[in-house]
């Protein structure tokens, strides 16, 4: 989802313009190719019903792009690729989507209409965890999301219905707006992060045939032949403590010290000019 520093800004809401943009609704900018592209996420064309019955389905397009993507990767995505796994002509499938770019937002939408999002009545802790795991489980599912561009990702329907979830968690603890802004967007950062470290240590797993184990315990002969404790006096005292002794891929113990940090933040601001309503548990 679009989100704030140091991820993408989220996106802004209905009806608030930057304070130097247009002043009416007529004064904003349409470009005709923006037009389309948005058309397609929020007003998508319907059957007419009429004629013979369409060999596909915009659902079939997207679904078959997803599948590309999931398996090889969104640089094997083509509109090319696409029709030859639905067994079409390439041409025929501008029919339902003017090309990759619009392609593209349609699967973002459709993979992120995948989240378990957390219900309205939960705490914000429950709830900005549940928030977090779905999008780490929605990464894993969907590598290929990691390789778009997270700072401008598509204003769709599930995009915002996910930004929309995550800020509601927050929003009635006390902290400032701004806050609960950029919260979420540590949040995102957080989970993006390590997803990418996962993926990319899955890939490379693939290609090398070793596990992360096993690659460290290959270069096990630097520790002795190398390594000088004199300049890395820190790392070895760590080390000689069990610090280093984590998972790979830490995810849940992670998350709760970020949660436990979102609690002091939440703590200090209903100790000042924010205080939670009396109704928040």
Known sequence: ?????????PARPPGREPAAGPESADEVPRPPEVVRRLALLWDPPQPSGRGRKARLTLDDVVGAGTAIADTEGLDALSMRKVAARLEVGAMSLYTYVPG???????????AFAELDLPPDDATWRDGLAAYARAHWELFQRHPWILQTN???LPITPAVLDAQESGLRT?????????QVVEIVGLVDAFVRGLARSTVAESAEKDASGQSN???WTSMSSFWVDHFDPERYPTMLRIWEAGGFDTEATPFDSSLERLLDSV???IDRARGTSHPAPPSLR
């Open 213 to 215: 184990d096993e690659y």
């Open 170 to 178: 927050l929003v009635d603890t006390g902290l400032p707006e701004r």
């Open 263 to 265: 609690g002091m933040a």
């Open 100 to 110: 990759r770019t619009e392609l593209l937002d349609l699967m973002v939408d459709r």
């Open 150 to 152: 997270m700072w401008r």
């Open 1 to 9: 989802m679009p989100s704030t520093s140091p991820d993408p800004q």
